[in-house]
């Protein structure tokens, strides 16, 4: 098996061999490959997988871009330079905006790549078959996943399969919201089949069976079909392969990233694989450029004496350790004064190290979106057990829960997940099932550390139901497509 550094060095020569495109990286080609001429074996079937993992280290992508969509909420605020994603976070964007139209690109062109991996590996015979049957189960979740990303975003995009691609069919209409969740649901049933439960060292990082059924209760809690949700999370949260990692912090070490809970994460190693995830986190004083900035209400969420603060946030007065130095975190660093600590860290020798992972989904999740369907289906109490191992890997001195309902469900998913792209997600899933009102908690300004409201993204906002629940597809797309696509409702 590659290890995860060949893994990523496959990767840019795949992204290659499958984009079609020239000039994608400055280096002399050593051959000439096709989809015609390529799919021959079993290490270019690997290969070949790697490759559309790596669309994943992409700037416009989860390396960045995913993340801007969470300055909606009421945790994070955004920095850095980029002085339109104000329009997404005020909710004054359009189809021009160029946030909503960089990560369209990206999205498609993974699901460009698994389209050939589905199409190109079924008939490769020099191959092992359960690695056959590993990379068709990876094709299938990562198409999964850049729809999952789509519906979040748009709602209702066209879907390109294996017979589109073979008919040369591409400029198709956009599908239904509900049309698009079958298809994700029956390409992650797929995969849930087809993949691994757990890998070798030198593999850790592929995507397991408990990805998929991570993301199917993910679909399913989004769906609003909550019984399904529970069946898919129970496969994860009732399987050892996939158990809470036994510290909070080992999620966001170097040395521990790739543990038992992290289903689903950017694979990156420090000169082999960038992303620019870590970078867009850190403070700029410190190698970064200080883009996400916590809000005092994330940060005044967490409870007296619970260690996720500590991993999670940096505060003015707080000690860092920057590799070569022990710094003071000064209020100065930020709009809010906070940066998210989970998500930086430094080599000894100096420098970001870009060996930290990007998590894209946690067992922890999972857990907490089981308890949340139990207690909406069968009310307070029913999501006990679920809420309490997540508390109490956390610290066990964390307070028991006893009777929890939507309040101490929607606490610990706060503190828990902050700033892992699922606080938007969550505020819109429970507006539309009148849990909250999303309206009113995005009338409330965004304070910084000290209380006041903050000169840059601290006003409230106005948040229009159903407009917001999903962004406008981008007008390029629209152009291109000559009449093709129509504009989603509202926009």
Same mark, same amino acid.
């Given at each position: ?19 079609? =495109?020239?000039?994608? !990286?400055?280096?002399? /080609? ?10 021959? *074996? ?6 070949? $997988? ?45 189809? %021009? ?21 589905? $199409? *190109? ?13 590993? =990379? !068709?189960?990876?094709? +299938? ?6 729809? @999952?990303? !789509? ?78 949700? $529970? &069946? ?6 009732? *399987? ?5 990692? #036994? ?12 543990? %038992? ?6 694979? &990156? ?11 867009? +986190?850190?403070?700029?004083? @410190?190698?970064? @450029? ?16 619970? #260690? ?60 907490? !979106? ?40 929607? +606490? ?32 409330? /300004? ?37 009449? &093709? ?7």
């Amino acid at each position: 098996m590659q290890s995860m550094k060949h893994i990523l060095l496959a990767g840019l020569t795949a992204a290659i061999l499958l984009s079609g =495109c020239k000039n994608v !990286l400055d280096v002399q /080609p050593q051959g000439n490959f096709t989809t015609g001429n390529y799919w021959r *074996n079993q290490d270019q079937a690997v290969d070949g $997988i790697t490759g559309i993992y790596n669309i994943l280290l992409e700037e416009d992508y989860t390396g960045f871009n995913e993340f801007v969509f969470d300055n909606c909420s009421d945790d994070q605020v955004r920095g850095g330079d980029h002085d339109y994603d104000d329009a997404i976070e005020a909710f004054t964007y359009d189809a %021009s905006t160029p946030t909503v139209r960089a990560g369209w690109r990206w999205k498609y062109e993974m699901i460009n790549r698994a389209n050939s991996a589905l $199409i *190109n590996i079924p008939k490769i015979t020099s191959i092992d078959a359960a690695i056959k049957q590993r =990379c !068709l189960g990876e094709a +299938h979740f990562l198409r999964a996943f850049a729809y @999952w990303r !789509l519906l979040l975003v748009y709602g209702e995009v066209p879907v390109i399969t294996e017979d589109d691609v073979i008919k040369v069919n591409y400029n198709k209409p956009k599908v239904s919201a509900d049309e698009l969740r079958k298809q994700i649901e029956a390409d992650l049933l797929l995969a849930a089949e087809e993949l691994p439960e757990t890998y070798g060292e030198t593999d850790k990082g592929r995507v397991r069976k408990g990805t998929a059924w991570g993301l199917l209760c993910k679909l399913y809690m989004e769906w609003g079909q909550l019984d399904k949700a $529970i &069946t898919a999370g129970n496969k994860v949260i009732s *399987n050892a392969n996939y158990a809470l990692a #036994p510290r909070y912090s080992d999620n966001f070490s170097v040395a521990t990233g790739n543990n %038992s809970e992290m289903l689903f994460a950017v694979q &990156t190693v420090d000169g082999y694989g960038y992303s620019d995830f870590i970078t867009y +986190h850190a403070p700029r004083k @410190w190698n970064g @450029w200080s883009f996400f900035y916590p809000t005092k209400a994330l940060v005044d969420e967490f409870e007296t004496g619970d #260690p996720r603060k500590e991993i999670c946030i940096m505060a003015p007065g707080d000690k860092v350790n920057v590799g070569t130095s022990i710094e003071t975190v000064t209020p100065d660093l930020s709009w809010s004064g906070y940066h998210y600590k989970k998500f930086c860290a430094w080599k000894p020798s100096g420098g970001l190290n870009y060996s930290l992972k990007t998590p894209l989904m946690r067992s922890a999740d999972i857990y907490l !979106l089981v308890a949340e369907a139990k207690i909406r289906l069968n009310g307070p109490g029913a999501g006990d057990a679920e809420i309490q191992a997540v508390r109490t890997r956390a610290s066990a001195t964390l307070p028991a829960v006893h009777n929890a309902g939507m309040k101490e469900l929607m +606490h610990e998913r706060r503190v828990e997940l902050c700033g892992e792209n699922e606080r938007q997600q969550d505020l819109l899933r429970w507006d539309k099932a009148k849990l909250i009102d999303i309206v009113a908690i995005n009338n409330q /300004p965004k304070l910084a550390y000290d209380g006041s409201v903050m000169s840059r993204g601290g006003s409230p906002r106005k948040f229009i139901r159903p407009k917001h629940y999903y962004f406008p597809m981008p007008q390029t797309e629209i152009d291109k497509s000559k009449g &093709t696509l129509v504009q989603n409702p509202n926009y």
